[in-house]
Nanobody, 122 residues
Framework: VELAESGGGLAQAGGSLTLSCAASGDFISIEKMKWHRQPPGQQRELVASILPNGTATYADSVKGRFTISRDNAKNAVYLQMNSLKPEDTAVYYC?????????????????WGQGTQVTVGT
């Protein structure tokens, strides 16, 4: 599975950005999809998660401002970020969970995108 992220960049406080992440390759299905972020000098943290049925969960810090969505036909996940704050500045990473059926059994594999920088100015 290869992940291609796009949509990062510079925004002003109160502005909006949309991140996209598309999975490609030879796989059976994508299960859970997530966005994580790593602010400067801090550890990576979960931002939002979405199941194949569309059920989404969010970190308290982004509830009401960010919306995660997915297009199962395109194996893509999106993060609409509104009302951006300087503290949203971070490298944002896409994550997908691949369902693999192999001779040895059924497995769930983790895949990460390369990260995209989001910088929010004051």
């Amino acid at each position: 599975v290869e992940l291609a992220e796009s949509g990062g960049g510079l925004a002003q406080a109160g502005g909006s950005l949309t991140l996209s992440c598309a999975a490609s390759g030879d796989f059976i299905s994508i299960e859970k999809m997530k966005w994580h972020r790593q602010p400067p000098g801090q550890q990576r943290e979960l931002v939002a998660s979405i199941l194949p049925n569309g059920t989404a969960t969010y970190a308290d810090s982004v509830k009401g401002r960010f919306t995660i969505s997915r297009d199962n036909a395109k194996n893509a996940v999106y993060l609409q970020m509104n009302s951006l704050k300087p503290e949203d500045t971070a490298v944002y990473y896409c994550y997908v969970q691949e369902l693999a059926v192999e001779r040895s059994g059924t497995w769930l594999w983790d895949h990460w995108g390369q990260g995209t920088q989001v910088t929010v100015g004051t």
